[in-house]
Each structure stands twice: as C-alpha cells, then as structure tokens.
C-alpha cells in the first residue's frame, strides 16, 4: 500500500511508512549472498530471495535464514491465497542468467522447500506469477504456463506477446490474468 512499501538495495531492506523509509539490514549469518527480489501479504509475513539460494523469512521481528536446496541465484517469488483451501501458496525460480546451470521451481511451505518438476522450461529464467488452481506463468528465455501445478509439464506460448527475453511478470488479479489471456490469446 502506500503506507507500506518495501525495497532493497541487495542487503539492505527500506520500508516506506507512508512519510519515511526504515532501514533493516539483514544479518550475514541469514544470507547467502544478495537480495534480488521481495515479496509479503503483510508485515509479519516477508520474503526475501536471491543470490546463492538465499531465502529469508522476516515475520515482523526477526530474520530468518531458510535452506532453498540449491545455490543457484532465486530470481523472483510470488505468494497467493487458494480459494478453495485457503491455504497461503509461495513459489520461487531459480537460475543463472549467464550460464546454463539449470534452474528450479520452488515451493516454499513455512520453512521447507521443496523442488517441483521443470519439465518443459529452459535453463534461464526470471520471474513467476499465478493465481492457484488457474494459471501459473514463469518467463525468461521465453513464456511458459501450467492450468494446474500438478499439471507434469511447462507449455511454451507467445502468442504475439514478445520473442525477446522477458524480464518479468506481474499482476495483482484474476481481472488481470483474464486481460492476459483476452488479449494475447493466452489460455
């Protein structure tokens, strides 16, 4: 919100309170190496990821260090509630950008992860977006989708979007990943 907002600098996480930022360093002995991305549903419930596997977990008061099972580089996270379970879902990549050394697909359940099947995506990759139980995206050296996560294998699709790289991907909706498959074709 605009009262809350969090940013980092690789180390360091500033948390915008509506009027001032609050600096937080994370302790060295909770990371790996840097912060690449952030993602929370609320103060107490905080991620951070990045370099050389890094998970941290903030709930408010402490910096927690979880093992990722891989030291390659966790480039995005993202978390959403599943309406049919209520159950609070927290998925993270993991790649090299610059050098194929594989990647990973993370799920992340309070402190374990666990490794999910790639099946079907390359070796680069850079962000993750879902809604549960309807679509999951993951983009990189190309787009890439799943209907459901128990679905075995990661579709390729374009559909006019982009043949680059691509960067990211970010919604906040089931209102905007229906304007992704409207206007895309993405099904």
């Known amino acids: ?68 099972g891989t030291t390659l580089d966790i480039q995005d996270i993202w978390g959403a509630t599943n309406p049919k379970t209520g159950e609070l879902e927290i998925f993270a990549i993991a790649s090299r950008q610059d050098i194929n050394e594989g990647n990973k697909v993370l799920k992340i359940q309070g402190s374990l992860v666990t490794i999910l099947p790639n099946t079907g995506l390359p ?23 799943k209907q459901r996560l128990t679905d075995t294998v990661w579709i390729a699709f374009h559909s006019g979007l982009t043949t680059y790289y691509t960067d990211g991907i970010r919604g906040r909706s089931e209102e905007h990943t229906s304007e992704l498959q409207s206007r895309f074709g993405i099904s």
């Open 123 to 145: 070796w680069s990759l850079t962000g993750i977006l879902f809604l549960p139980n309807k679509r999951y995206y993951i983009v990189g050296d190309g787009m890439y989708k």
């Open 1 to 68: 919100s605009a009262n809350d907002t969090w940013i980092t600098d690789g180390g360091t996480i500033a948390r915008w309170n509506g009027s001032s930022f609050h600096y937080q360093c994370i302790p060295t002995n909770v990371m790996n190496g840097y912060i690449i991305k952030l993602w929370g549903n609320s103060p107490t419930n905080f991620y951070a990821v990045g370099s050389a596997g890094t998970i941290v977990y903030y709930n408010g008061t402490t910096f927690t260090k979880i093992e990722s």
